[in-house]
């Protein structure tokens, strides 16, 4: 794990650059998809005990320690709480991490949640669910899927995944209203768009129970097993399906060694990745099993709306990502960008990763950089933004 001891960044930059780079949001929800630093060599090295001028004992490990002396945090839950230097009274090395089998870890996550929640554990997850457990369980294991799934893609590729130091963690929901009062504190208006998000904060996957709003009334009709099939049989299965893969894909990527936390990630890399991920099959009772697979309604986006120069523009930065009038676009562009390079140049694809991997938190890469970048590892942007749009357009006609 690495520690970022910043001697040219104050805690009052930290919090200004976590507001620009704390969540990933996919809106694909109510609508149809359309500096010096010291690596340490385990994570209890790193892990100090502070006791906060208010009387609170935290312990965790040291993510970024800005000059002025404020902390950035990591939790045992894995997530991040930045603390302003006054509030620092005492720091001391910290004790080992809580097992998860001990329950501990479990207790902690909900004392952080409403009452009403209970939790289920599997291999690589705790879910905390306040709906019926045939849901949660349904839902953990599209998850151990696609962890499984991950995995394997990537290190058959030649990318290496890091093991989890511990299980993550995903939050459902039973109902809309629920979710909306919680996902507002992180999303403010934009929680009434999204059924799910991945929160970098939090390192959670918040989402809520997909098969109806009055979830708890539904569930008495229905028989042992059938949530999947209900999911499955609803109109909006694909969104509903495609929602979850995606975020908990972004969850993947930051936690298995592929991407660091508030590291400079291209969105279009970091999207490209959910998106590519995300198509959902609906022929198998599972509903998600293919990886790579013709995302089509990214694709008809892509063509129906492409102009020249979309790619090379989020190559170039993340502002098409975050503009509501351009972030469909993006998404989809992303998803064509990524689906030619892993389908043509997986190797270069990579080698690209990997390089970007080493990217520390709150580094900075200005649009230059990240041009220089694309073209050492696959060329002229805008060619390779030509052979992406002849390459869709092959996949259109190809599945008509």
């Avoid at 790579?292 to 170039?316: C, K, M, Q, W």
Wanted: with cysteine.
């Amino acid at each position: 794990m690495l520690h970022v001891r910043s001697r040219d960044i104050s805690e009052p930059q930290i919090r200004q650059r976590l507001r620009g780079c704390a969540f990933i949001v996919v809106t694909v929800a109510l609508a149809p998809i359309p500096a010096s630093t010291e690596d340490s060599p385990s994570r209890s090295v790193s892990r100090i005990e502070i006791q906060t001028a208010d009387g609170r004992s935290v312990t965790g490990r040291v993510v970024v320690e800005a000059v002025d002396g404020g902390l950035l945090l990591e939790h045992d839950d894995g997530r991040y709480e930045l603390f302003e230097p006054a509030t620092v009274a005492r720091r001391a090395p910290g004790e080992a991490p809580p097992s998860t089998a001990d329950g501990e870890l479990g207790q902690k996550l909900l004392a952080t949640l409403p009452p009403g929640f209970d939790l289920l554990r599997t291999k690589h997850y705790v879910i905390c669910f306040d709906t019926t457990r045939d849901y949660a369980k349904w839902c953990a294991a599209l998850f151990e899927r696609l962890h499984d799934a991950f995995g394997n893609y990537w290190s058959k590729g030649g990318l290496e995944m890091s093991g989890l130091e511990q299980p993550l963690v995903v939050v459902i929901f039973a109902d809309r209203q629920a979710y909306m009062a919680y996902a507002a504190t992180d999303l403010g208006a934009a929680a009434d768009q999204v059924v799910g998000y991945y929160n970098m904060m939090s390192n959670r996957v918040i989402t809520y129970d997909l098969t109806g709003s009055d979830v708890v009334a539904a569930a008495r009709g229905r028989r042992p097993g059938q949530v999947g099939l209900d999911i499955l049989a609803s109109p909006a299965a694909s969104g509903m399906v495609a929602t979850i893969v995606h975020e908990a894909t972004h969850q993947l990527a930051f936690n298995r060694g592929m991407h660091r936390r508030l590291a400079p990630v291209p969105l279009w890399v970091s999207e490209g990745i959910a998106t590519y991920f995300e198509t959902p099959d609906l022929e198998s009772a599972r509903g998600w099993r293919a990886i790579g697979a013709v995302n089509r309604s990214r694709l008809d986006h892509f063509l129906s709306t492409y102009r020249p120069g979309v790619i090379e523009a989020i190559i170039a930065g993340d502002e098409p990502f975050r503009q509501a009038a351009s972030a469909l676009d993006a998404y989809a562009a992303a998803w064509a960008l990524t689906h030619h390079l892993l389908q043509t140049r997986k190797r270069d694809f990579i080698a690209y990763q990997k390089s970007l991997g080493q990217k520390l938190p709150f580094a900075e890469d200005p649009a230059e950089t990240r041009l220089q970048e694309f073209r050492d590892a696959f060329g002229d942007p805008r060619e390779v933004e030509q052979a992406v749009y002849k390459a869709a357009a092959r996949l259109a006609s190809r599945s008509r």
